[in-house]
């Protein structure tokens, strides 16, 4: 049986999850009776709900061509999100070509862009499937113009140039070298996979050497170590040790465990080839990047370097006076060991320890991934306190502050561009490029510092009705850009504790916009609403109307009707607060909160920033 493995890259929801459902159909790997879940690759919760793929994870079909011959094919399925970019570039090096798909309208997005550069740099060749070709809106032709420009600005060799093309529909499946026809099955793809990626070039004679590219943890097996080997072969309790990249010694012990990808699930096996992508159990201190080989080789194995975090927060103790209410995991010692957990299985995360012992700080590629993390914690049963972002800024080598740099794209209406524009010229981006992209659209590309960029996303879309699309990119660490305006309106502060009166939230729905409803549980220092000015103001929302014995002059009271609160989701309230501001994560609610919840310590934090 022959082997072939390859990675399947897309922008965000482009398709590519529901494509591989239809791989392990048409493939047989699904029996024909047997109950399966749609996107059936995406195995977490968030990705469920979200539509989008975070964790990079690996399957295999089997593809019985007529002539009788068998190919086993190992599919990695890629993050398309920039944030969760540590899983894709990792996972390149373990595969020898890539589908490239792209959708028959969007075409070729910024996180296309990401990923794709990362695989034409590693030498891979590429095949380019034009997905949703049975869209009322398809433009297949422009769609193919701009992958071909993507590929030239992206300095591909003449050889990955020359990409075959096919037309598919991953969710009716069907794929075909002709673009008019609409109908069909995916055999056409199996079949360009078979022909056009290389079989693994691994050394199956030499000695035992395998990178670790994915780590996960099962509670029977403790640490899953997943990735290629790339020399010679490995059988179960076999003697082996693990490398780090300066060729140290890690760690020695057994192969406890290897399992091999058959479909969805993965099957322990007594033995394992070069060139197949296997997860061995049995080590418990090797990690990502690290080489897993026989303990007579002493060189380890290239590993493919990460790009840097930009961005980073503060995850605290809740120490708000409604802590311990909601969440079961509440001590500094569980949030410290869940978090350096994480870092562990995800390069792409940094934890330190902050001096106080109190707090961690996380550093990530953007806030989508550190988000993702927060609302994994949360559904765990962890409380935390959240900082707002901040980036890591950078020197350069004659010693000047650097801060990182996103390529902002928008495709937005042609009547809001202006004031997107405007908007952005605030954050101190800078317009590199507007053209019309079709259907009354313009398409504008920013670079702006990442900075600038925090907290925009909901202004973006109430200044585009919810029409825009908004995708950035990390770009390079350029020069500082100074001061950048943050948040115009002062906020409106509860002054005591206790529950929200709707008597005294009905005049303080002239001030600005309420977060909390009647009812509601309140504290001292707690966010209730946005003031309508630029100061923060410190209001009374529990103040009870005052009962006499005296009937209202008008033969009724007159009922409070309260606008309905302004309820902010993770994102929007990491992206709303300010810096002396906190957001109160536990499993069952999102409070916004001062920092210092103590007016007086406000006031002083205050004078202390000033006279600094």
Not at 7 to 22: E, F, P, R, Y
Not at 182 to 210: C, M, N, Q, Y
Not at 213 to 237: A, E, H
Not at 349 to 371: C, F, H, M, N
Request: hydrophobic letters at 35%; a negative charge; glycine letters at 8%.
């Amino acid at each position: 049986m022959s082997l072939r493995n390859v990675a399947i890259i897309a922008h965000v929801d482009h398709g590519k999850t529901t494509l591989v459902d239809q791989l392990f159909r048409q493939s047989g790997t699904f029996r024909d009776n047997q109950r399966v879940e749609e996107r059936a690759m995406d195995s977490n919760d968030l990705e469920k709900e979200r539509g989008i793929t975070i964790l990079a994870k690996c399957t295999s079909v089997e593809w019985d061509d007529h002539a009788g011959h068998k190919t086993r094919i190992n599919i990695v399925d890629t993050p398309g999100h920039a944030d969760f970019g540590g899983e894709v570039e990792r996972i390149l090096s373990m595969v020898d070509g890539v589908i490239l798909l792209v959708d028959a309208s969007e075409g070729a997005m910024p996180q296309t862009k990401f990923v794709t550069g990362k695989a034409l740099a590693l030498g891979l060749r590429p095949i380019v499937v034009v997905n949703k070709v049975d869209r009322p809106d398809e433009r297949i032709q422009e769609v193919l113009d701009e992958v071909f420009d993507l590929f030239v600005s992206l300095d591909a060799t003449d050889e990955q140039l020359d990409f075959p093309v096919l037309y598919a529909s991953g969710r009716n499946g069907y794929a075909n070298e002709d673009p008019s026809l609409r109908e069909g099955t995916l055999t056409p793809l199996f079949e360009k996979i078979v022909e056009h990626v290389p079989a693994p070039s691994a050394d199956p004679d030499g000695p035992f050497k395998f990178l670790v590219t994915l780590l996960d943890r099962d509670n029977f097996l403790g640490r899953i170590l997943t990735g290629l080997i790339f020399s010679g072969s490995v059988k179960t309790n076999q003697q082996i040790h693990a490398l780090d990249n300066d060729g140290n010694v890690v760690e020695t012990g057994r192969a406890s465990k290897i399992l091999t990808f058959r479909g969805l699930e993965r099957v322990p096996t007594d033995e394992a080839q070069a060139g197949d992508i296997i997860s061995i159990a049995g080590l418990t201190h090797t990690t990502v990047s690290n080489t897993i080989c026989d303990p007579e080789v002493t060189e380890p194995l290239h590993a493919q370097p990460i790009d840097p975090p930009t961005l980073s927060m503060r995850f605290a103790v809740n120490d708000s006076p409604m802590a311990g209410r909601e969440g079961t995991k509440v001590t500094s010692r569980m949030i410290r060991d869940r978090l350096f957990r994480e870092a562990e299985s995800n390069v792409a995360i940094k934890v330190t320890e902050a001096a106080d012992r109190d707090s961690y700080e996380v550093a990530g590629r953007g806030e989508l991934q550190l988000g993702v993390l927060i609302e994994t914690m949360r559904r765990e049963g962890f409380e935390l306190g959240i900082s707002r972002p901040r980036v890591l800024f950078g020197e350069d080598e004659s010693g000047k502050k650097t801060e990182p740099y996103e390529t902002v794209i928008i495709d937005v209406d042609e009547e809001y561009s202006g004031t997107v524009v405007e908007k952005m010229a605030i954050r101190k981006a800078e317009l590199t490029d507007m053209r019309p992209s079709g259907g009354g659209k313009t398409r504008i590309t920013f670079s702006a510092p990442s900075r600038g960029m925090i907290g925009y996303h909901g202004e973006f879309l109430s200044d585009t009705r919810g029409t825009g699309i908004m995708n950035r990119l990390f770009e390079k660490y350029g020069p500082h850009k100074g001061n950048i305006e943050g948040r115009k309106n002062g906020v409106l502060i509860s002054n005591g504790s206790g529950e929200a009166n709707s008597y005294a939230l009905g005049p303080l729905e002239e001030r600005g916009i309420l977060f909390v409803g009647h009812g509601e549980a309140l504290y001292e220092g707690m966010i209730v609403g946005e003031n309508a000015k630029p100061d923060d103001l410190e209001v009374n929302p529990m103040k009870a109307k005052q009962l006499t014995n005296f009937r209202a002059s008008g033969g009724k009271d007159d009922a409070i009707r309260l606008t309905p609160p302004k309820k902010m989701t993770l994102e929007q309230a990491i992206a709303y607060i300010d810096d002396d501001e906190m957001v109160e994560v536990t499993p069952k609610s999102i409070r916004l909160r001062k920092r210092y919840l103590d007016p007086h310590e406000r006031k002083r934090a205050s004078r202390a920033k000033q006279a600094a």
